[in-house]
């Protein structure tokens, strides 16, 4: 049987460069983010800790499927999604380099779009921000993400807490990945309540039972 995957987000709060280079052309200057973007085998504050195999195995998928081809966009602030939104897209990742148990970034700020001119506005004004990774995974009883799939690497408002983590969990959505590597929402919630209403005749209840399982398995 397949493992249901949550919804996690993970928030480092190191500080990030600020970097401002003269383009090629009359495109202007391009500005970058660069810092710690990942960070494994380090508890957080709720005593969870991602293994670094794991990682090195989502990032070097993520590296080959989105960054090598452009596509590895990060929003700004988390949504409740897996879904990346290019409607709230501030940065283009370029590079992650694992040094360690830590992963290094670096990003292009997308200067011309709504947020990534949201995003430099506030850099250049020194408001300090997170990055924050978006993925599904696996919470085995030691509290380990033993399982995981990164989605992308968000920018967030630093926590105010201490530490260096925070973390957010859609506990009540789960996940799965199919053979081909694609996250697919479960529609536990959709089949628990239609199982709820199921009508009192026999042979009602009987056919709605089966399309109700029957619907819930074309979903995962």
């Known amino acids: 049987m397949k493992k249901s995957l949550k919804l996690i987000c993970e928030t480092a709060?190191?500080?990030l460069a600020?970097?401002?280079?003269?383009?090629?052309?009359?495109?202007?200057k391009k500005l970058k983010i660069r810092g710690p973007y990942i960070v494994a085998e380090k508890r957080n504050g709720n005593g969870r800790k991602y293994l670094t195999p794991v990682m090195e195995k989502s990032v070097a998928n993520?590296?080959?499927?989105?960054?090598?081809?452009?596509?590895?966009v990060g929003e700004l602030n988390h949504p409740t999604s897996i879904d990346v939104n290019y409607n709230n897209a501030c940065h283009l990742i370029t590079t992650l380099k694992q040094e360690s148990n830590t992963w290094l970034g670096e990003s292009n700020v997308l200067l011309g779009t709504t947020k990534g001119d949201l995003l430099a506005g506030l850099l250049n004004n020194g408001v300090?921000?997170?990055m924050s990774t978006r993925g599904v995974g696996n919470?085995?009883?030691?509290?380990?993400?033993d399982e995981y799939k990164l989605i992308t690497v968000d920018v967030v408002h630093e926590p105010s807490g201490p530490g260096c983590f925070m973390?957010?969990?859609l506990e009540s959505k789960n996940f799965m990945i199919n053979e081909h590597g694609?996250?697919?929402?479960?529609?536990y919630e959709k089949l628990a309540q239609e199982l709820m209403n199921l009508p009192r005749h026999s042979d009602a209840r009987s056919i709605q039972i089966a399309e109700a399982i029957r619907s819930f398995l074309t979903q995962i």
């Open 13 to 15: 709060t190191y500080d």
């Open 18 to 28: 600020i970097i401002e280079e003269q383009a090629n052309g009359n495109v202007g």
């Open 62 to 72: 993520f590296q080959k499927d989105l960054i090598s081809t452009s596509r590895a």
């Open 128 to 130: 300090r921000v997170g």
């Open 139 to 145: 919470i085995n009883e030691h509290k380990e993400v």
């Open 167 to 169: 973390e957010g969990i």
């Open 182 to 187: 694609d996250i697919v929402e479960i529609a």
